[in-house]
T-cell receptor, first 115, second 112 residues
Framework: DADVTQTPRNRITKTGKRIMLECSQT?????MYWYRQDPGLGLRLIYY???????NKGEISDGYSVSRQAQAKFSLSLESAIPNQTALYFC??????????????FGEGSRLTVL | SQKIEQNSEALNIQEGKTATLTCNYT??????LQWYRQDPGRGPVFLLL?????KEKRKERLKVTFDTTLKQSLFHITASQPADSATYLC???????????FGKGNQVVVIP
């Protein structure tokens, strides 16, 4: 089983619909992130959470919200989806620990299409 | 403004040769720099990390250099194989900020 699991893997929805992307991890990491990836734009950070009580905006948080339900779960919501939110979304985790590397572990991605 | 720049053109290279990718950054003072590999439709996978006080890091056929004066990292794949074909992303963590920022990636195509 994957250490970082994202659901759904693919979703097609219509403009104005509410969408939730879910992420769960078995790595025991405190830090979780949501990125989106668009062709030609690379990975951009939407939101991140350094522990259950900590939520922070990334560089492109407008139109998104998140919830950290538990250490292992971090969900991303689009309250009213619009076509330019069509992208590949990645959840990632990290654990600085004593090695202090900040290495990210990514899920397999959720491909979202907004019509 | 802050930028992380990787070559947008794919690097086509003959099997067995060394592939070299460049990552340049501006207006960052990174504590470390990381390299990831990404296959189509998959999540990035961590390869190597190099800290600001390290000049070079190796892992099997991979080598990374980090020049904080030039604000540049070079990523080398020696004895390249078709299985090395992928997109390679550089990412860096600014001081006092553990949020990684990514370059757009550079595709490598190894020709048998």
């Amino acid at each position: 089983d994957a250490d970082v699991t994202q659901t759904p893997r693919n979703r097609i929805t219509k403009t104005g619909k509410r969408i939730m992307l879910e992420c769960s991890q078995t790595k025991g990491h405190d830090r979780m992130y949501w990125y989106r990836q668009d062709p030609g734009l690379g990975l951009r950070l939407i939101y991140y959470s350094f522990d259950v009580k900590d939520i922070n905006k990334g560089e492109i948080s407008d139109g998104y919200s998140v919830s950290r339900q538990a250490q292992a779960k971090f969900s991303l919501s689009l309250e009213s989806a619009i076509p330019n939110q069509t992208a590949l979304y990645f959840c990632a985790t990290s654990d600085l620990g004593t090695r202090n590397t900040g290495e990210l572990f990514f899920g397999e991605g959720s491909r979202l299409t907004v019509l | 403004s802050q930028k992380i720049e990787q070559n947008s053109e794919a690097l086509n290279i003959q099997e067995g040769k060394t592939a070299t990718l460049t990552c340049n950054y501006t207006n960052y003072s990174p504590a470390y720099l990381q390299w990831y590999r990404q296959d189509p439709g998959r999540g990035p996978v961590f390869l190597l990390l190099i800290r600001e006080n390290e000049k070079e890091k190796r892992k099997e056929r991979l080598k990374v250099t980090f020049d904080t004066t030039l604000k540049q990292s070079l990523f080398h794949i020696t004895a390249s194989q078709p299985a090395d074909s992928a997109t390679y992303l550089c990412a860096l963590a600014p001081y006092g900020n553990n949020r990684l920022a990514f370059g757009k990636g550079n595709q490598v195509v190894v020709i048998p």
